[in-house]
T-cell receptor, first 112, second 115 residues
């Protein structure tokens, strides 16, 4: 079992839909969680950073962390064609080298 | 803030040549920089971690003599692919962070094609 599992998709939704992207993990030591957006042939761009459990909202994006279930989510409201990209989750444990583990990414397609 | 610049964005060269890729943190000092490799539709594969003024720490299976990493200052790290061959063709991405428990910020990647 991989430490971080993420469905590669593609996930295709109509413009305006609410998108739910998810990752599960197995390492209970993970304490900080991130979501990155990566457009084709570009580097990942940090969208959300959360520490421990709970919700965090930033504009149309909401990140949720459920440590009891080892499950994290990213919600995108009112999705736009410009949101079409690959979304990578990443997580890590405090202490040590602080090197996060990345999911393989979910490809999202928002069609007009 | 937290801008990481990577150069070049695309390079094509002949087999056997060496290629240097630069990674710069433009508006912050990066205590740690990372180098990743990414194959199409795959996740990021960490190659090495470098701290300013120290030797890089390579991940298992990454050839140190093949992929030379230098982190000479708090704003610059370089990756040199020595004697490159077609199998080295890939998308290489660097990232940097300021303090350990903060997220990494990525450059835009370098597409390397070896003919």
């Amino acid at each position: 079992q991989k430490e971080v599992e993420q469905d590669p998709g593609p996930l295709s939704v109509p413009e305006g839909a609410i998108v739910s992207l998810n990752c599960t993990y197995s390492n209970s030591a993970f304490q900080y969680f991130m979501w990155y957006r990566q457009y084709s042939r570009k580097g990942p761009e940090l969208l959300m950073y959360t520490y421990s459990s709970g919700n965090k909202e930033d504009g149309r994006f909401t990140a949720q962390v459920d440590k009891s279930s080892k499950y994290i989510s990213l919600f995108i409201r009112d999705s736009q064609p410009s949101d079409s990209a690959t979304y990578l989750c990443a997580m890590g444990a405090s202490g040590g080298s602080y090197i996060p583990t990345f999911g393989r990414g979910t490809s999202l397609i928002v069609h007009p | 803030g937290a801008v990481v610049s990577q150069h070049p964005s695309w390079v094509i060269c002949k087999s056997g040549t060496s290629v240097k890729i630069e990674c710069r943190s433009l508006d912050f000092q990066a205590t740690t920089m990372f180098w990743y490799r990414q194959f199409p539709k795959q996740s990021l594969m960490l190659m090495a971690t470098s701290n300013e003024g120290s030797k890089a720490t390579y991940e298992q299976g990454v050839e140190k003599d093949k992929f030379l990493i230098n982190h000479a200052s708090l704003t610059l790290s370089t990756l040199t692919v020595t004697s490159a061959h077609p199998e080295d063709s890939s998308f290489y991405i660097c990232s940097a962070k300021t303090v350990p428990d903060q997220p990494q910020h990525f450059g835009d990647g370098t597409r390397l094609s070896i003919l």
